[in-house]
Structure formats: structure tokens, C-alpha cells
């Protein structure tokens, strides 16, 4: 099995940065994508961004431009640096990771608070 830990996270004023980490233990070989979702209070978990084994991102609108998501797959590690930080990022952030084989399964962090003051 994998075990995502995150770290990084904040509380930080509007306009600022954060970088938020995630490393993965277990095992990682099966990993091919990895990712990062949030849930704002009262709100649905969203996809915020992902990427694959071979480099390929996708960003939700709401943070394109401002968010980078990076991987490096042999230290099994996915960051999410995050800036121009506004009050509607404020969310618990979830690192994701899926494998296909054994088994096609998903794994996911604990959760980390990003909080953004206006």
C-alpha cells in the first residue's frame, strides 16, 4: 500500500506564497499520478491540480497561472507551490496518488490547512 504525508502549509495575507509538499512511502512503484485536491468549508473536495509519470498537468481554472504542481518520481515526491494566494484558496489540501496495477486503487494524505487572510 502507499502512505501520503503532506507538509507546508499556513496562514499567510493575500498576495503571499506557499510551497505545499507531499511524500509517498510504501509501495510507490504503482504510483502513476499524483495530485492535489481542496476542500473549502461548506464546499465539495476539488481536483486543484495533477500530473503524470510522464510530466503531463492540469490546473483548474480558478488557480491557473498562479499554482505549479511538481513531481519528482525518484524521490517520490509531489509539490504544489502556490502563488498570489487569494482568501478563496483557504482549504484543507489533500494530496492524491492513484495506481492501476495490482490493483486500481486510491490513496490520499491526511489533509493540510491553507488558510489566506483578505
Known amino acids: 500500500q502507499v502512505q501520503l504525508v503532506e507538509s507546508g502549509g499556513g496562514l499567510v495575507q493575500t498576495g503571499a506564497s506557499l510551497r505545499l509538499s507531499c511524500k509517498a512511502s510504501?509501495?510507490?512503484?504503482?504510483?502513476?499520478?499524483m495530485g492535489w485536491y481542496r476542500q473549502a468549508p461548506g464546499k465539495e473536495r476539488e481536483l486543484a491540480a495533477f500530473i503524470t509519470d510522464l510530466g503531463s498537468t492540469y490546473y483548474t481554472n480558478s488557480v491557473k497561472g498562479r499554482f505549479t504542481i511538481s513531481r519528482d518520481n525518484a524521490k517520490n515526491t509531489v509539490d504544489l507551490q502556490m502563488n498570489s494566494l487569494k482568501p478563496e484558496d483557504t482549504a484543507v489540501y489533500y494530496c492524491?496518488?492513484?495506481?492501476?496495477?495490482?490493483?486500481?486503487?486510491?490513496?490520499w494524505g491526511q489533509g493540510i490547512q491553507v488558510t489566506v487572510s483578505s
Open positions: 510504501g509501495d510507490t512503484a504503482c504510483i502513476q499520478v
Open positions: 492524491h496518488a492513484r495506481c492501476y496495477t495490482p490493483e486500481d486503487y486510491e490513496y
